[in-house]
């Protein structure tokens, strides 16, 4: 009777951060299941990765879930009604540069890269999930705008759509120069000045010091 070798074990938890770190890298079409089988290690079979995660598409949007546990709260300030609307939005934005610009995992920001990567009609699943993501960060620039008018910061006749979608677009963009390698520095420069999109509609300018440091988030000086 021929016996049968010990099944291969593998770390499950370590196995979903790996698939994150490749789709946020390569995207979804292009991580392949060879790729994502090596990542996880432990000479996992085919079957196996199938009884574990059922299919490519449920592992993405378990790493999809893991990364927005991990690196999603950056954009918490949006959400954030104790704090002064524009400074919402400046953390958001100063901390989603720091975070897409940092070592230890692939730069830029793994939602809205997916975009690119999750564009036939094979994963359409894929497509959803990402919009919503993106949707719930845009939602958040609309309340941050919504509660700057209501409370006087910005002058009534500012358009809350023109207005957090002009901040989305600048947000979105920042994925594209950390992935190019913009220095951290140089990007932080940008967002401040990005903050022009928002002070344009201010009927009385903001400090220069106030753009310049929020809750021990600096940019260099001379900016």
Known sequence: MVQRGRPRTFDRDAAIISAMHLFWEHGYESTSLSQLKAAI???????????????KEALYKEAL???????????????????????????AMLRSARMQTESGHPKGCMVALGVVGASSTGSEAVTQLLREVRNRTRAGFRACVARGIESGELRSSTD????????????????????????????EKAV????????????????????????????????
Not at 41 to 55: M, R
Not at 65 to 90: A, N, Q, W
Not at 161 to 187: K, P, T
């Open 41 to 55: 290690g432990g000479g996992i079979s085919a079957p196996s990765f199938y009884a574990a995660f059922e299919s």
């Open 192 to 223: 401040n000045d990005a903050m022009g999109i928002w002070d344009a509609a201010v009927d009385q300018p903001v400090p220069k010091e106030v753009c310049k440091t929020q809750h021990g988030l600096s940019l260099p000086e001379g900016t």
């Open 160 to 187: 809350p759509a023109s207005l957090s979608i002009a901040l989305d677009c600048f947000f979105q963009g920042l994925s594209v120069l950390a992935r190019d390698r913009v220095r951290h520095a140089v990007i």
């Open 65 to 91: 879930e893991r990364y927005m546990e991990i690196y999603g709260k950056v954009t918490r300030s949006l959400h954030d009604t104790s704090l002064p609307p524009r400074e919402g939005v400046f953390l």
